[in-house]
């Protein structure tokens, strides 16, 4: 079972990658995190958990699987009978950069799952990518950088 939201985001893709490395900041942006915390220390990379929580959903520790930067990165949760990836993606498009976030539910309980939480899970992929497109525009126009 799989979803994805596309977003054309008025910033460069360096820009769109920096407010999605900030992974703690999340929460300020989308209503879809409560917290990221990085249960290994250091800058995003392969192998790298992170314990994310959200709403309507149990705290759970994601791994870094894939990372190419600036330009996508992978993280993947669960245990037996289920599997969730999601995928970030970036790609210079025109002066901009467009965005697909994808989640995917794999085994027979992640069926299950993606089956009862298909329209939450719709809902925090809308979310995500509005929520980016705004703060990324705002980092790119000057307004609000973190210092």
Do not use: C, N
Not at 133 to 141: C, F, I
Request: cysteine-free; hydrophobic content about 40%; proline content about 7%.
């Amino acid at each position: 079972m799989e979803w994805s939201a596309s977003v054309p985001i008025s910033a460069p893709p360096e820009v769109v990658w920096a407010v999605m490395a900030e992974v703690e900041a999340w929460p300020e942006w989308t209503a879809s995190v409560r917290s990221i915390v990085r249960v290994d220390p250091g800058p995003l990379h392969v192998g790298q958990r992170l314990r994310i929580s959200q709403p309507r959903f149990p705290t759970t520790v994601w791994t870094l699987t894939e990372l190419v930067e600036r330009s996508v990165f992978v993280w993947v949760a669960g245990g037996p009978g289920a599997r969730t990836t999601a995928r970030h993606e970036l790609e210079p498009s025109g002066a901009g950069t467009l965005v697909t976030l994808r989640l995917t539910q794999q085994g027979p309980l992640g069926l299950l799952v993606g089956a009862l939480s298909s329209k939450v899970t719709k809902r925090y992929l809308e979310l995500e990518s509005t929520g980016l497109k705004r703060r990324s525009e705002e980092r790119a126009a000057g307004v609000g950088e973190r210092g």
